[in-house]
């Protein structure tokens, strides 16, 4: 079974740009979570979809939105780019048809901004 | 808000085993004790979770004490594709997200 996806790998943008991110799902998985890598802060919560719904969201700025489609592949998007935004963002499935349902990770997508 | 303490960093021969603590003293009874690792610049990968019983798969073996406060992961022979960083997550049933704290940054050396 293919693993998560994600799309581009790697991205190079300027501040004041926007920049969207992909991420596919393994097969079946309804759930797709969002988190952010830094060196200074590490692994962050950006938020969580499931079945085209936010249901829940860490604690960022506005900038930072997401959607998920009916095929369960979602894209995050973060606009007005500043400097700080440069990380690694990760993307994470999950089947979510029951508790407890373990997340499996994408190779990220490495964002910098100039 | 990560609820559990891991030492920063360990070293460990090629072909021994490699065991990694973690303690997580304020668990919850509903909370499972979940494992990943980070290889350089890739995504965190799941190695194995468990709730009070010791646990085993392909990757890792899983032993939690009886009072649930520490556990051990236990890597039985390890190879240089080893070196990674290693988290230990405490998850509640109804936890939508994983909360990473630093973890432990394991080196294999040949």
């Known amino acids: 079974k293919a693993g998560v996806t994600q799309t581009p790998r790697y991205l190079i943008k300027t501040r004041g740009q926007q920049v969207t991110l992909s991420c596919s799902p393994i097969?079946?998985?309804?759930?797709v979570s969002w988190y952010q890598q830094t060196p200074g802060q590490g692994l962050q919560f950006l938020f969580e979809?499931?079945?085209?719904?936010?249901?829940n969201k860490g604690n960022f700025p506005g900038r930072f939105s997401g959607r998920q489609f009916s095929n369960s592949r979602s894209e995050m998007n973060v606009s007005t780019l500043e400097l700080g935004d440069s990380a690694l963002y990760l993307c994470a499935s999950s089947r979510q048809d029951g508790l407890q349902e373990t997340q499996y990770f994408g190779p990220g997508t490495r964002l910098l901004v100039l | 808000d990560a609820k559990t303490t891991q030492p920063p960093s360990m070293d460990c021969a090629e072909g021994r085993a490699a065991n990694l603590p973690c303690n997580h003293s304020t668990i919850s009874g509903n909370e499972y004790v979940y494992w990943y690792r980070q290889i350089h610049s890739q995504g965190p990968q799941y190695i194995i979770h468990?709730?009070?019983n010791n646990e085993t798969n392909e990757m890792a073996s899983l032993i939690i004490t009886e009072d649930r406060k520490s556990s051990t992961l236990i890597l039985p022979h390890a190879t240089l594709r080893d070196t990674a960083v290693y988290y230990c997550?405490?998850?509640?049933?109804?936890?939508?997200?994983?909360?990473f704290g630093a973890g432990t940054t394991v080196t294999v050396r040949a």
């Open positions: 997550i405490v998850r509640a049933s109804n936890d939508y997200k994983l909360s």
């Open positions: 979809y499931f079945s085209e719904t936010q249901r």
């Open positions: 097969s079946g998985h309804r759930s």
């Open positions: 468990g709730l009070k």
